[in-house]
């Protein structure tokens, strides 16, 4: 099987930083794109960044700018820098990455279970 793990959560003042990370472990034969989502009280969860194998990105425009993904494929970690947070970015942070487990299978989603990031003064 396959295990996400986020850190790096917590509480942080209007205007910090926090980095979070995900880790891959288990089966793995190839990760391919990697994603980090989150969800606010009340709300939906929505994408926040990805990142493809090759380390093109996207982002939310939410968050254009304050956050940045990156990946680190040997230790199958990925990683969100968020700068210059504000208290909309308050929610729960998951990371979904598409596995392989074999050469010839297709790619799998797979979900960590959060990591709260809460924006508070």
């Known amino acids: 099987q396959v295990q996400l793990v986020e850190s790096g959560g917590g509480l942080v003042q209007p205007g910090g930083s926090l980095r979070l990370s995900c880790a891959a472990s288990g089966l793995i034969f190839r990760i391919d794109a990697m994603d980090w989502y989150r969800q606010a009280p009340g709300k939906e969860r929505e994408l926040v960044a990805t990142?493809?194998?090759?380390?093109?990105?996207n982002y939310a425009d939410s968050v254009k700018g304050r956050f940045t993904i990156s990946r680190d494929n040997a230790k199958k970690t990925m990683y969100l820098q968020m700068n210059s947070l504000i208290t909309e970015d308050t929610a729960v942070y998951y990371c979904?990455?598409?596995?392989?487990?074999?050469?010839?299978?297709?790619?799998?989603?797979?979900w960590g279970k959060g990591t709260l990031v809460t924006v508070s003064s």
């Open positions: 990142i493809t194998s090759g380390g093109s990105t």
């Open positions: 979904k990455a598409v596995v392989r487990t074999a050469p010839s299978r297709s790619g799998m989603d797979y």
